[in-house]
C-alpha cells in the first residue's frame, strides 16, 4: 500500500462514517501513525439520504471527502480499499489492494440493510443507505411518473404513483413526509396532463406505533402530522413479500405497487476473521467490552454501529445512530492514546443527547433529555441540529441555501434522472453478483 513504516505505533482504521472520522480527528496530533481505509473516498451524512432521493438536496452536498478532512496531518494515510479479511493471529489486514500490517485495528464498518432474508423484497425493493441507492430510488421515483403519464391502462398507473415505505423509525417517517409534499407541491405544477391526486404514499410499520425509539408524544404528533399530509399510515402490519408489482403483508391488506421502499432494518456490516460466534451478537454486531475492544482481541477495537457494547441502561448496545458512533469514536482515541502511554483506559459513558425526526415543511418531533417538542420550532432545531453536524462549510451552505429556496419557492430542483434506473436491471445485476 506503499505507507511508510513509522517509529510510532500504527491505528489502521476500516471505515470513514462518523465514528472512524471522529477516532481519526481526535488522533490527529497524537503520536500515532493513522491508516484509515474506505471502500468510498467520501463520507457519507446517511440522515440527509432521502432529501438526495426526493430531488431536495443534490449528492454532493451531503457526501465529503475524506482525504480533505485529514488534510495537513503528516502522519495520517487514506486509502481507498476493500477489506476483505482479518488476519488477527498476524495482525494483518487483506484487501482489495494488498495487505497491511497494524498495531491496534479499529472496525467502524457501519451498518447495511436489513431483509431478513426476504429475496422478493431484496431484488425488487429500494434499500436507502448509500448515496448510489439514493439516486437509484430518486430515478425510479421520477421514471414513475414519466412513465404514468404513457400508460393507458388505469390499473398499471396508479402501480405506478403507489409507493409502499415499509418501517416506520425516522427514515421511513421523514421519506413519506417528503413524498408527501412533492405530491401536493410539485406534481400538480410538473404533470399537469396527469391525475396526481390518485399518487398514494403509504408508510406501513409492523408495531404499533411509529418512531418506537421515541417518545409517545412524538409518535403521535408525527402520525398526525403525516396524515395531515395525506400519507396512509398502516400500523400492526408486517410486509411478507414483493415481487415487484404486489406487496403481500401478514393481513389481507395488498398494495399494487411499482416502488417499495425498505427501511425496516440493519444490520452491521462485518468482516471475514472477524465472525467468530463468540465475536458476533444479534445483528451481526461486534461484541465489545467498555473500552470498545473486542471481546478477546486485546489489539482489536470496534465502534459505531458494528460495535455492540451492553451496559446496563443499553443491554442491547447503544442506538445504530450517529450520536454513539461519534462519542464512541472521540472516546477510543483518548484511550488508545492512554493504553499507549500504558496508562488506565476510561470506560465509555454515552451521554444521550436526544433524537428527532422532520416530517416535512414546519414540522418536527424533538425529544431531548430534558424538554420535548414538535411542530415549527422542533423543525428549525431539526435543521439547525442538521446543519451543525453536516462536515465541511461548503456543505453548510449548500445546504442551507437549498433548505432557504425550496422554503421560498416550494420547491425541489434536483429532481433529475442524472442515472436512469430501471428495477429490471437491478434483479439482474443482484443475480450477477450472486453468481
Ligand atoms: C437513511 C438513514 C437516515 C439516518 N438518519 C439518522 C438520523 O437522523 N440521526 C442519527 O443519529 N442517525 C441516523 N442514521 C444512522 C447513522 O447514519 C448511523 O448510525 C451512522 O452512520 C453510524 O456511523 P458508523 O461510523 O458506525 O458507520 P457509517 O457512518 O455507516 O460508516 C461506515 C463506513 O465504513 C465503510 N466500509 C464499510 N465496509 C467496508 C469495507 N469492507 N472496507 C472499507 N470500508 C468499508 C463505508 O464505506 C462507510 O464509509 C441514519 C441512517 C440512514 C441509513
Redesign the pocket.
Known amino acids: 500500500m506503499n505507507i511508510p513504516q513509522s517509529s510510532n505505533p500504527r491505528v489502521v482504521i476500516?471505515?470513514?462514517?462518523?465514528?472512524?472520522?471522529a477516532l481519526a480527528k481526535k488522533l490527529s496530533k497524537k503520536d500515532v501513525q493513522v491508516v484509515l481505509?474506505?471502500?468510498?473516498n467520501y463520507?457519507?451524512f446517511?440522515?440527509l439520504?432521502?432529501q438526495v432521493s426526493t430531488g431536495g438536496l443534490e449528492p454532493d452536498s451531503i457526501a465529503y471527502p475524506i482525504r480533505k478532512v485529514l488534510q495537513g496531518y503528516p502522519n495520517f494515510f487514506f486509502r481507498l480499499?476493500?477489506?476483505?479479511e482479518v488476519k488477527t493471529e498476524t495482525k494483518r489486514i487483506r484487501?482489495n489492494i494488498g495487505e497491511i500490517f497494524y498495531d491496534y485495528l479499529v472496525v467502524?464498518?457501519?451498518?447495511e440493510t436489513n431483509f431478513f432474508g426476504n429475496k422478493g423484497i431484496e431484488t425488487k425493493g429500494m434499500a436507502?443507505?448509500t448515496i448510489p441507492q439514493s439516486l437509484n430510488l430518486r430515478s425510479l421515483i421520477l421514471e414513475n411518473f414519466e412513465q404514468a403519464l404513457l400508460t393507458d391502462d388505469l390499473h398499471e398507473r396508479d402501480a405506478l404513483m403507489n409507493f409502499v415505505i415499509v418501517g416506520g423509525g425516522?427514515?421511513g417517517v421523514?421519506l413519506a413526509g417528503a413524498l408527501a409534499e412533492i405530491k401536493k407541491g410539485i406534481l400538480p405544477k410538473d404533470y399537469p396532463d396527469l391525475d396526481t391526486r390518485r399518487a398514494q404514499i403509504n408508510l406501513v410499520q409492523s408495531g404499533d406505533r411509529l418512531l418506537p425509539a421515541m417518545s409517545q408524544k412524538a409518535s403521535e404528533k408525527a402520525e398526525k402530522f403525516l396524515e395531515e399530509l395525506g400519507v396512509n399510515v398502516w400500523k400492526s402490519i408486517r410486509v411478507t413479500d414483493y415481487d415487484g408489482k404486489r406487496v403481500t403483508t401478514n393481513t389481507k391488506t395488498i398494495f399494487e405497487a411499482e416502488t417499495l421502499v425498505w427501511?425496516a432494518g440493519?444490520r452491521a456490516?462485518g468482516?471475514k476473521g472477524l465472525d467468530g460466534e463468540e465475536l458476533l451478537s444479534r445483528g451481526n454486531r461486534l461484541r465489545v467490552n467498555e473500552f470498545h475492544q473486542v471481546i478477546g482481541l486485546e489489539a482489536v477495537f470496534a465502534?459505531?454501529?458494528?460495535a455492540q457494547m451492553e451496559t446496563e441502561k443499553f443491554p442491547e448496545g447503544h442506538p445504530?445512530?450517529?450520536?454513539?458512533?461519534m462519542q464512541q469514536?472521540k472516546s477510543l482515541g483518548e484511550n488508545l492514546v492512554r493504553m499507549i502511554e500504558e496508562k488506565p483506559m476510561k470506560p465509555f459513558v454515552y451521554k444521550d443527547k436526544g433524537?428527532?425526526?422532520t416530517v416535512g415543511r414546519n414540522k418536527a418531533v424533538v425529544d431531548l433529555p430534558k424538554f420535548r417538542f414538535q411542530g415549527v420550532f422542533a423543525w428549525f432545531v431539526w435543521m439547525f441540529v442538521h446543519l451543525y453536524f453536516l462536515i465541511g462549510f461548503r456543505n453548510r451552505l449548500v445546504v442551507f441555501i437549498n433548505w432557504v429556496y425550496n422554503y421560498i419557492r416550494f420547491d425541489r430542483e434536483a429532481r433529475l434522472i442524472i442515472r436512469p434506473f430501471k428495477k429490471q436491471n437491478k434483479v439482474e445485476r443482484h443475480n450477477l453478483m450472486r453468481d
Open positions: 476500516v471505515g470513514g462514517g462518523f465514528g472512524g472520522i481505509l474506505d471502500k468510498h463520507h457519507n446517511q440522515p439520504l432521502y480499499a476493500n477489506v476483505q484487501t467502524a464498518t457501519g451498518s436507502m443507505k425516522p427514515t421523514e427501511a440493519v456490516v468482516l465502534i459505531g454501529d458494528v445504530m445512530m450517529a450520536q454513539p458512533a469514536g433524537s428527532m425526526a
